[in-house]
């Protein structure tokens, strides 16, 4: 189907907005976004809505849908059941936008290795030569490193030069979880407790009131509360309430994002009934994917 710019840049204003508003989007909304004056939106969209690619809904919270055919027009997929795919810049997700399709270009020189980034969402908090991560992709686990060499504001597209690309194994939290770990009580002494995690060369030790998990003891904590003279002080006076829990069967990406978001070094690993299976770090984390990288991608 030809379109006009104007119209396509319309369109694709429409597709961005109902994607961030979850709902209909009223003219003036479009107008705003595109710095143009609502009438020229409401003649353009007596022209889409002929073409079977927008749907108008009356009343007061009215406005305009896109339709099916609006995604195929602009050679977008529209996603029944739609999982975001982050863009990242500067170490922040950028609000707002998800990637909706990637395509590669010049795969076969590694000097020239290109991608063309499809987004739903404003683009305008980006600009030439920034560095951007995309991803992970939902089935792939795909990740992209790489710079921005342009931007197309109409079609929302990025082109990247790429730097980096990983695709993360499928793999889950429990294969790269260490079980045998020591465990403290809240009863024990600090004394005690630093004797049990040095005999086991550990970092921390989760903290069990029968089984149920109730802490965290780490060996600064340890350290701290034995520079203070607290070398009989209970294991329930030091240790951390704030402990950051997984299910064995979560993905190593999940394990990722939890870590990040919770910016905690270690995750207490349970199973479905909430009891302790063990520990992973974000150490044991990224070890299992250097190994994976050399693995795959050596020379």
């Known amino acids: 189907m030809k379109l006009t710019a104007v119209q396509r840049e319309i369109l694709q204003a429409l597709i961005d907005l109902h994607y961030t508003a979850k709902g209909a989007v009223q003219g003036k909304n479009i107008a705003d976004k595109l710095g143009r004056h609502p009438g020229t939106i409401r003649n353009q969209m007596v022209a889409l809505r002929a073409l079977g690619l927008v749907e108008g809904v009356s009343g007061p919270r009215g406005g305009y849908h896109p339709t099916s055919d609006a995604f195929s027009a602009l050679d977008m997929e529209e996603l029944k059941e739609e999982v975001a795919v982050p863009i990242y810049h500067k170490g922040k997700k950028i609000a707002d936008v998800t990637v909706v399709g990637i395509g590669f270009t010049s795969i076969s020189d590694p000097k020239k290795c290109r991608a063309t980034i499809h987004v739903k969402g404003t683009l305008k908090d980006l600009n030439i030569d920034d560095i951007i991560i995309v991803g992970p992709t939902p089935v792939q686990r ?25 695709g993360i194994p499928k793999l889950r939290i429990k294969e790269i979880t260490t079980t045998k770990i020591s465990t403290l009580n809240p009863d024990m002494t600090v004394r005690k407790a630093a004797e049990t995690i040095s005999r086991g060369h550990f970092r921390g030790a989760p903290v069990l009131n029968g089984k149920d998990i109730i802490g965290m003891v780490s060996t600064v904590d340890i350290t701290t509360a034995v520079s203070k003279g607290k070398e009989d002080a209970m294991v329930s006076e030091i240790m951390s309430t704030d402990i950051t829990k997984i299910d064995q069967g979560a993905s190593l990406v999940d394990a990722i994002e939890l870590t990040e978001k919770n910016n905690v070094s270690r995750l207490i690993v349970v199973n479905r009934k909430k009891e302790l299976i063990g520990v992973a770090t974000r150490t044991d984390i990224l070890s299992r994917l250097s190994e994976l990288s050399r693995h795959y991608f050596r020379e």
Not at 142 to 154: A, S
Request: glycine share 8%.
């Open 142 to 166: 795909l990740v992209i490193k790489g710079r921005v060499l342009g931007r197309d504001d109409i079609n929302n597209m990025l082109v990247l030069n790429i730097m980096e690309m990983l």
